[in-house]
């Protein structure tokens, strides 16, 4: 059973920072493309961030500079570390993980930017 459970959620601040984790399980984690996507109220869930099985990224333009993915194939996890957050950073956050026909989903985990 394939599961994707992210923690590091909650409350943050304009300007601060938040880390989020997303724990693979039932994959071989190591072949498989991680990403972080977000979605806000209303609008359609977006790719945040994207790292492949050799380490290559690529961030959403809105978050360059300011969000970094990486990932820890010995711990079986992703972050996505967050920095100078700001208002329109809310959204709830998800973990996905993809490798040819196969595509897992976390639950996510809420991120709320507000002062």
């Known amino acids: 059973q394939v599961q994707l459970v992210e923690s590091g959620g909650g409350q943050g601040q304009p300007g601060g920072s938040l880390r989020l984790s997303c724990a693979a399980s039932g994959i071989i984690f190591g072949f498989y493309n991680m990403g972080w996507y977000r979605q806000a109220p209303g609008k359609q869930r977006e790719l945040v961030a994207r790292?492949?099985?050799?380490?290559?990224?690529n961030h959403a333009d809105s978050v360059k500079g300011r969000f970094t993915i990486s990932r820890d194939n010995a711990k079986r996890t992703v972050y996505l570390q967050m920095t100078n957050l700001n208002p329109e950073d809310s959204a709830i956050y998800y973990c996905?993980?993809?490798?040819?026909?196969?595509?897992?989903w976390g639950q996510g985990t809420q991120v709320t930017v507000s002062s």
């Open positions: 996905n993980a993809a490798l040819r026909g196969d595509d897992y």
């Open positions: 790292i492949t099985s050799d380490g290559h990224t």
